[in-house]
């Protein structure tokens, strides 16, 4: 079914649901929906033990060793990121935050919010930041106590370089946070090389688990020092450790099925070969998608060496005819949910790499975007292919 891409016989997932070209919540298997079928008590051995095993790998796909602990955090993404920042940083701390994106802004609002001092090196969605404009800050404002940076902006897709982020961080002497939330798993991070105290990503993204469950991978000796820092009760990530060092127990309600889901989504990266069997995947998938819709006549807006394998930007066709919301309607019958663009530098729309998808599945969404365009009369974008 799913290298199908006409009208009458719709693209799906395993389940025949449409497949999901977006940043997340995306796709996943049957196996890893199947896993939700059972119920488990909060407080089961066997539940604890799945959660346990959960968050050991996961300090171990950040190649962290047992200095690093994983924080889990009930909640969507930004529930991780909010409670890495408003545990991190103290009342009388300011952080650094590079932004390039709306999830660099979200992170300076929930500082704002917070009453954390911020100081803000911002780029265009499509510029990394200007290292040497960051290591000019970082030496002419002492008071700074931590940097943050997006790992890939999910914003445009765009990659920003956290290793040489990293660096600055730590020749400066400041703590380091990232959201790696749309990165993790698939591209490679390295806690320890990259002088890290805390990445946040979340269950839904590159792991391909469904979502619920959020986490912060710790540098242990930096979460210790953060106690009476937190803003709010749930968001504390030092209580949440310390509570589940204790007892091996979350303080409120786990979503137990989520956490059980997300350990099968586990065990299925690892069978595909971890960080490099996954970002290999998508790294392809990319590779098709851009090939495909160049030749169809689209224009990327991230030059190659920026574009993360995660999601990919293009212009907005400025072809009169070419009208974005049937556009959007038209692929979802095909059985392709694509994502409208959120830039401010462009007028443009998003189709993602990642999720339980491969070269089969992007083939059949570039087959149904060229049908699409045939539909709406866009002959002049496709003839440049021929
Ligand atoms: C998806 C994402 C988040 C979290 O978003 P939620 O909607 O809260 O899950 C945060 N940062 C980045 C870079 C993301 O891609």
Same mark, same amino acid.
């Given at each position: 079914?799913?290298?199908?891409?006409?009208?009458?016989?719709?693209?799906?997932?395993?389940?025949?649901?449409?497949?999901?070209?977006?940043?997340?919540?995306?796709?996943?298997?049957?196996?890893?929906?199947? #896993?939700? =079928?059972?119920?488990?008590? &909060?407080?089961?051995?066997?539940?604890?033990?799945?959660?346990?095993? =959960?968050?050991?790998?996961?300090?171990? @796909?950040?190649?962290? &060793?047992?200095?690093?602990?994983?924080?889990?955090?009930?909640?969507?993404?930004?529930?991780?990121?909010?409670?890495?920042?408003?545990?991190?940083?103290? #009342?009388?701390?300011?952080?650094?935050?590079?932004?390039?994106?709306?999830?660099?802004?979200?992170?300076?609002?929930?500082?704002? @919010?917070?009453?954390?001092?911020? /100081?803000?090196?911002?780029?265009?969605?499509?510029?990394?930041?200007?290292?040497?404009?960051?290591?000019?800050?970082?030496?002419?404002?002492? &008071?700074?106590?931590?940097?943050?940076? /997006?790992?890939?902006?999910?914003?445009?897709?765009?990659?920003?370089?956290?290793?040489?982020?990293?660096?600055?961080?730590?020749?400066?002497?400041?703590?380091?946070?990232?959201?790696?939330?749309?990165?993790?798993?698939?591209?490679?991070?390295?806690?320890?090389?990259?002088?890290?105290?805390?990445?946040?990503?979340?269950?839904?993204?590159?792991?391909?688990?469904?979502?619920?469950?959020?986490?912060?991978?710790?540098?242990?000796?930096?979460?210790?020092?953060?106690?009476?820092?937190?803003?709010?009760?749930?968001?504390?990530?030092?209580?949440?450790?310390?509570?589940?060092?204790?007892?091996?127990?979350?303080?409120?309600?786990?979503?137990?099925?989520?956490?059980?889901?997300?350990?099968?989504?586990?065990?299925?990266?690892?069978?595909?070969?971890?960080?490099?069997?996954?970002?290999?995947?998508?790294?392809?998938?990319?590779?098709?998608?851009?090939?495909?819709?160049?030749?169809?006549?689209?224009?990327?807006?991230?030059?190659?060496?920026?574009?993360?394998?995660?999601?990919?930007?293009?212009?907005?066709?400025?072809?009169?005819?070419?009208?974005?919301?049937?556009?959007?309607?038209?692929?979802?019958?095909?059985?392709? =949910? @694509?994502?409208?663009?959120?830039?401010? /530098?462009?007028?443009?729309?998003?189709?993602?790499? @990642?999720?339980?998808?491969?070269?089969?599945?992007?083939?059949?969404?570039?087959?149904?975007?060229?049908?699409?365009?045939?539909?709406?009369?866009?002959?002049?974008?496709?003839?440049?292919?021929?």
């Amino acid at each position: 079914m799913t290298a199908s891409s006409t009208a009458s016989s719709p693209a799906a997932s395993e389940t025949g649901d449409p497949l999901l070209l977006t940043p997340g919540p995306l796709t996943t298997s049957r196996t890893v929906k199947a #896993a939700m =079928v059972h119920d488990w008590g &909060s407080r089961d051995a066997n539940f604890i033990a799945i959660n346990r095993s =959960v968050l050991t790998r996961l300090v171990r @796909i950040a190649n962290g &060793s047992d200095d690093w602990a994983t924080v889990p955090m009930q909640g969507s993404g930004t529930f991780a990121v909010e409670a890495m920042l408003t545990t991190f940083v103290p #009342a009388d701390g300011e952080v650094l935050v590079l932004i390039n994106g709306a999830y660099g802004k979200r992170a300076k609002r929930i500082l704002d @919010i917070a009453g954390r001092r911020t /100081v803000v090196h911002e780029t265009a969605e499509d510029t990394p930041p200007d290292l040497a404009a960051v290591e000019a800050l970082l030496a002419s404002n002492p &008071s700074i106590t931590h940097v943050f940076t /997006v790992h890939c902006e999910t914003t445009s897709g765009i990659l920003n370089p956290i290793a040489q982020i990293g660096a600055l961080a730590a020749r400066y002497g400041k703590g380091y946070l990232v959201d790696s939330m749309s990165a993790f798993g698939a591209l490679p991070i390295d806690v320890q090389a990259m002088h890290i105290d805390a990445v946040a990503a979340s269950s839904n993204k590159c792991i391909e688990g469904v979502p619920g469950l959020g986490f912060v991978i710790c540098r242990v000796e930096a979460l210790k020092r953060t106690q009476g820092n937190a803003t709010t009760l749930v968001l504390d990530l030092h209580d949440q450790w310390l509570n589940m060092e204790k007892t091996s127990q979350y303080r409120f309600t786990p979503p137990t099925h989520v956490i059980v889901a997300f350990h099968q989504a586990l065990d299925e990266f690892d069978a595909e070969g971890g960080v490099a069997g996954r970002g290999g995947r998508y790294r392809n998938n990319c590779r098709i998608l851009l090939d495909g819709m160049r030749a169809l006549g689209f224009r990327p807006l991230l030059a190659d060496a920026l574009q993360a394998p995660i999601i990919v930007t293009f212009h907005m066709p400025e072809d009169p005819l070419f009208v974005f919301a049937q556009f959007y309607e038209s692929l979802k019958a095909r059985g392709f =949910v @694509i994502y409208p663009g959120k830039l401010t /530098v462009a007028d443009s729309f998003r189709i993602g790499c @990642i999720g339980r998808i491969g070269e089969k599945e992007m083939r059949a969404a570039l087959a149904a975007i060229g049908e699409v365009l045939e539909e709406m009369g866009m002959v002049g974008q496709i003839e440049k292919t021929a």
